[in-house]
């Protein structure tokens, strides 16, 4: 059963990082407890009740556990990532690592309280790390200003658990394609000490969710997709001739408007031949924003549209959310909880938690279900079904626009004549151009054969994804 | 000074776009009193200390112990141990926003009840924390006859608790998730059946057709429809799914007799449930026309209950029945002349609906000598777009929860036919208040009392059940487990009702959204929660 299996994953984790950290022991410095420091959380890890998983035993090896051996890596610090840094460092975990690309910005004071003013522009990691570091005894929160993609496996192996404060959906599955990609399988039998447990966390205004993830046992995050509905644009002809929204008027001036007036175009390059280049719209940058609100309140005045403001452009520019300390903390409240469920030993129950707090309160909880053929975790040949007459363009819609898929960027590759060719790779602009043409072949002008594999990378995932390409009539 | 402006109106952005430069100022204007600065206490307070609230006010007796500086909110250092706790936190807050006054107050609740009790008039609201039963019961009793709202906190093991008190909250906006739109296609008024009118479907060029908004499309078919069905709109799936077809049949066909894309057709057919929902009154509506406080106005009315009683007015005179028109309408496909002009109907209807709901509420404050300056314009313009989205809240006195008379004893004994409904963690919550009565101290707080404490508290427990004459049965199990709890307040369990007791404190300050009635439990072992009316 999944509890059962929880449970001596962490048990034997726990050997084998006990014999690994042997060999690689941080050296914490003083960190005298004091008298009833940890009073609050040892009741639970060394009292056994009624609830609680049949196997565990209540012991001060626990608590020891927590304090000496765990390691956990916390992945954003940003809303969540702070609470669940503060959480985590008040319930006893003393190895933290966190990672967040991002620097301080002045919004995010209302709720990352890790921040001060003085900060704004610092990496948030580190300020994180260092708050931390400074005011609770004895933990220590190693930083890491860089991106999830910088790291390989031999960096995410080394933690027991994960947890998630991400805001990019596609984060999220790199990091789930990551730890699946981690998981050893002996004679086809998934090693359980090759799990590494994927807490993650959502907000949105007064909404959250939280989600335990056992890769390779439980639900990916690509198994649920569908939770996630792409995000939708204005259509084209809206924005361009027929707005009827404040929105429409900001999506004109950002995304027609912009580009015309901000490309220039030096007399050198153009006999050069380069392609053109412009300044990209930066949504951080207020004198940009204050362009797009002055075009967009013209625009909307060509219609008779009212409430273009300010704040509505630069929520429409920078895909804002809005956002509270209040939900970030319940959420994280959740978070250090269901993975202290295996180490406070209460039986796991639903792995999928969802808040709301706009009418009273209102939590509800789900065990959301594996996927049978998921692209990510099943293993399960995933199938392209496509007549040898359709363009490769088609299978490109499919693999963006397929809800269960939603890649980003997908690059094709195939075995043609032994060899490895390209078909399609829109990420480095050289290779997009020679084998844009492709885009209008058919499958059969490509020299693919039914049955043929496709392997396909994106950003949505580390690994690349294998494709059976079936032909239909 | 403008500076400041912007750089709040930066540092609040995230939260402006939920309620509002109107909700920051109310926040701002706010001076919100903790009694007990436990950890849970601190989480809250943290979690209005960060977007703003004017000013907190912490009334802790307590020194700081081991035990805080391991479990609350960060920066309290070996060296803070000396100062006393409401002094320490104070410090540890002011620093998360330097916008916010704090203010401590180092005496111990019961002895400021002793002697002054007045002082807590002043708040905005009241949150207790960790508060043990007698003095709780005596702040609320202060707090009720002053018409101060009372919000209590707990944290106990893996369980969370919230109680609200408070006579009358009410709300304006309290921004439904699903919002039901306010079309009246079923009962257009004067100027939107005159802008249909306008409309001549079968003679316009093809582009116009493909660009009318889909509610000209079905108010146009809806005539059609009455007109053959003895004015009847469809009312069951069966005619509903004709006026689909009937829809269907009205796109344009091309030469050879295919239908067009038209798009707009389209989204007329999937919205026809929409479009034919009655324009009527919500129930909970009519409750608050029928309510005593809008019966009568007095010089003391409420501004809410004034409007309320012109919107009734409205709705009896020109409304006809119905409430204001709400004058806002989703996004449609359309050409951007036909939909402003569309969204300018339903505007400008609302606008003068505003404007006679107004004369209304001029005439009711005229009556008991108040001038019509005492409810703007904004306010009541405010008030009608939400006409159909006012919520009033009451959340009943403890001692009326606490009296054997008056306890709610049938939703207590239906929730427990579940007996491992929260109900029983309530229930397990008031028995080791009744322990601390009779042991002054909680259960289970040191090893060597969990299994003597075991049988204590089960005798706590008879007992409650058999003075509320509650005929349910409390498992063993749960007694066993508040035992091991010690009266520990685990970290991640206060942070959640930190976030929880906050938002509900922001709620009942700004008066957007709705606060939670009355009591909410919170599961942490099974990660589920509940709330009841107590």
Not at chain 2, 75 to 95: D, F, G, P, W, Y
Request: with cysteine; charged share 25%.
């Amino acid at each position: 059963s999944l509890s059962l299996l929880l449970f001596s994953l962490f048990r034997k984790k726990k050997r084998r990082i006990e014999e690994l950290t042997e060999k690689m022991a941080l050296d914490v410095g003083s960190s005298g407890d004091w008298d009833g420091r940890w009073r609050h959380v040892q009741k639970f890890l060394e009292r056994s009740g009624p609830f609680t998983h049949p196997d565990f035993e209540p012991s001060e090896e626990t608590l020891q556990f927590l304090l000496e051996t765990c390691k956990i890596l916390v992945i954003g610090a940003g809303g969540l990532g702070c609470e669940l840094l503060k959480n985590l460092a008040l319930s006893g975990f003393r190895h933290i690592h966190v990672v967040d690309m991002d620097t301080i910005d002045v919004s995010n004071l209302n709720r990352q309280f890790l921040f001060r003013s003085k900060d704004v522009g610092h990496p948030k990691a580190e300020v994180a790390a260092d708050f931390i570091n400074s005011r609770v005894p004895g933990c220590h929160v190693v930083p890491h200003f860089k991106k999830i993609q910088e790291f390989d496996e031999s960096f995410y192996r080394q933690f027991h658990i994960i947890v998630c404060g991400l805001d990019s959906i596609i984060a999220r599955r790199w990091m789930n394609g990551m730890l699946l990609s981690l998981l050893v399988y002996d004679d086809g039998v998934l090693d359980p000490s090759s799990i590494i447990p994927l807490i993650d966390g959502g907000t949105e205004g007064f909404k959250g969710n939280a989600r335990v993830i056992l890769p390779g046992m439980t639900a990916c995050i690509d198994c649920t997709l569908e939770l996630y509905p792409p995000q939708i644009n204005f259509p084209m002809c809206t924005i361009a001739s027929m707005p009827r929204l404040p929105e429409h008027c900001i999506e004109y001036a950002r995304i027609l408007q912009w580009p015309k007036e901000n490309t220039s175009i030096p007399s050198l390059l153009v006999l050069m031949c380069l392609p053109l280049y412009g300044v990209a719209l930066d949504g951080d940058n207020p004198e940009h924003i204050h362009w797009v609100f002055q075009k967009s309140l013209e625009r909307a005045a060509e219609f008779n549209i009212i409430g273009v403001t300010y704040r509505l452009t630069q929520g429409v520019v920078k895909r804002i959310i809005p956002a509270v300390a209040s939900t970030n903390a319940v959420i994280a409240g959740t978070v250090p909880s269901r993975e202290n469920t295996a180490l406070f030993a209460y039986v796991p129950l639903n792995n999928y938690l969802v808040f709301n707090d706009v009418d009273g309160l209102y939590t509800y909880t789900f065990e959301a279900e594996r996927k049978e053929n998921c692209s990510a975790c099943s293993q399960v040949p995933q199938k392209l079904q496509f007549p040898p007459s359709a363009k490769l363009q088609e299978v490109l819609e499919y693999l963006t626009e397929n809800a269960s898929l939603q890649m980003k960027s997908p690059a094709i590759t195939a075995t043609l004549e032994g060899k490895n060719k390209t078909l399609y790779l829109q990420t480095v602009a050289s290779i997009e151009e020679k084998t844009r043409p492709n885009l209008c072949k058919t499958l059969k002008e490509l020299g693919l054969a039914d049955g043929q594999e496709l392997a396909v990378a994106d950003v949505t995932t580390p690994q690349t994804v294998l494709f059976k390409l079936n032909f239909t009539s | 000074m403008a500076d400041h402006k912007t750089n709040k109106d930066q540092r609040y952005d995230r939260q402006l776009r939920l309620w509002g430069d109107h909700g920051q100022e109310a926040l701002e204007n706010a001076h919100v009193c903790l009694v007990n600065a436990a950890a849970s206490g601190t989480e809250i307070l943290k979690n209005l200390v960060l977007p703003g609230i004017g000013a907190f006010t912490i009334v802790d007796g307590h020194r700081v112990s081991g035990e805080d500086v391991g479990n609350k909110y960060l920066k309290l250092s070996c060296r803070t141990v000396l100062l006393n706790r409401a002094q320490a936190t104070t410090e540890l807050l002011q620093e998360l926003n330097t916008d916010v006054s704090g203010n401590f107050v180092e005496e111990n609740p019961d002895r400021l009840l002793d002697n002054d009790p007045e002082f807590f008039h002043r708040f905005s609201l009241v949150i207790a924390v960790q508060l043990e039963e007698s003095t709780c019961l005596r702040l609320g009793s202060v707090l009720w006859n002053a018409a101060v709202p009372f919000l209590v906190c707990r944290t106990y093991g893996l369980v969370g608790y919230m109680r609200l008190v408070v006579r009358e909250h009410t709300v304006v906006e309290s921004h439904p998730d699903n919002a039901l739109e306010d079309l009246r296609l079923d009962q257009p008024f004067p100027e939107l059946t005159n802008h249909i009118t306008s409309y001549d479907l079968d003679n316009m060029e093809k582009k116009d057709h493909s660009h009318t908004p889909w509610v000209i499309i079905v108010a146009k078919y809806l005539q059609k429809w009455c007109r053959e069905h003895d004015f009847q709109l469809p009312r069951n799936y069966k005619e509903k799914e004709a006026f689909r077809q009937l829809l269907r049949e009205g796109i344009r066909k091309n030469e050879n007799g295919t239908p067009e894309e038209e798009e707009n057709f389209d989204e007329a057919i999937k919205n026809v449930n929409t479009a034919l929902n009655p324009s009527k009154i919500p129930t909970a509506v009519e409750d608050l026309f029928n309510a005593e406080q809008c019966e009568n106005i007095t010089s003391q009315s409420p501004a809410f209950w004034v409007m309320v009683r012109a919107v009734r007015d409205f709705v009896q005179a020109e409304g006809r029945g119905s409430l204001p028109v709400r004058g806002t309408i989703p996004d449609m496909i359309a050409d951007s002349d036909k939909f402003i002009s569309l969204q300018n109907v339903y505007r400008e209807r609302a606008l003068q609906d505003a404007a006679a709901v107004s004369r209304h509420v001029e005439s009711h404050l005229q009556a008991v000598g108040k001038l019509p300056e005492c409810i703007s314009e904004q306010d009541i313009r405010l008030f009608c777009k939400n006409a159909a989205f006012l919520r009033v809240v009451h959340c009943r006195a403890l001692v009326e929860e606490y009296g054997v008379d008056t306890v709610h004893k049938d939703e207590i004994t239906s929730c427990m036919d579940n007996p491992d409904s929260e109900m029983v963690l309530y229930l397990m919550l008031r028995s080791v208040d009744c322990f601390y009565q009779q042991h002054s101290r909680y259960p289970g707080v040191y090893n060597y009392q969990v299994e003597d404490d075991i049988v204590r508290l089960k005798l706590c427990v008879h007992s409650l059940l058999q003075e509320y004459g509650l005929t349910v049965n409390v498992k063993d199990d749960y007694v066993h487990e508040f035992c091991r709890y010690g009266a520990a307040e685990p970290h991640t369990v206060a942070a959640f009702m930190g976030g929880a007791a906050a938002q509900e404190a922001i709620k009942l300050i700004t008066h957007q959204f709705v606060p939670f009635n009355n009591t909410f439990i919170y599961n942490a072992m099974a990660q589920t929660s509940a709330t009841f009316q107590l």
